[in-house]
């Protein structure tokens, strides 16, 4: 892994990229990372990477990750918010 990443490094440093822009690069591909294996979970993934949340959070937002594709898929919607069995019959039968 550390010959990887060697190489990586040296191709950054040819193609003339700067120190903080290729620490900035690794940090989001790192925490892109533990999202995805999170499924987008912030917590899970502050736990993951001994971190707090509320920093977590901020470095998402200060590195512009949009992390919705990131997310599980939507949820069923609550019990209260689904329509009722028998309006839906009802409706099927006009």
């Known amino acids: 892994m ?3 990443l060697e190489k990586i ?6 193609s003339g990229i700067q120190y903080a822009e290729a ?15 999170k499924k987008g979970n912030q917590v899970r993934a502050a736990r993951e990477l001994r ?12 590195l512009r990750v949009d992390i919705q594709p990131l997310r599980a898929p939507r949820r069923r919607p609550p019990v ?15």
Do not use: C, D, W
């Open 2 to 4: 550390k010959e990887q």
């Open 23 to 37: 620490i900035r690069e690794f940090q989001k591909v790192f925490i892109v990372t533990v999202l995805h294996e």
């Open 51 to 62: 971190m707090h949340r509320n920093t977590l959070s901020r470095t998402i937002r200060e």
């Open 80 to 94: 209260s918010a689904r329509p009722v069995a028998g309006e839906k019959k009802a409706r099927a039968g006009k």
């Open 9 to 14: 490094v040296l191709q950054m440093y040819r």
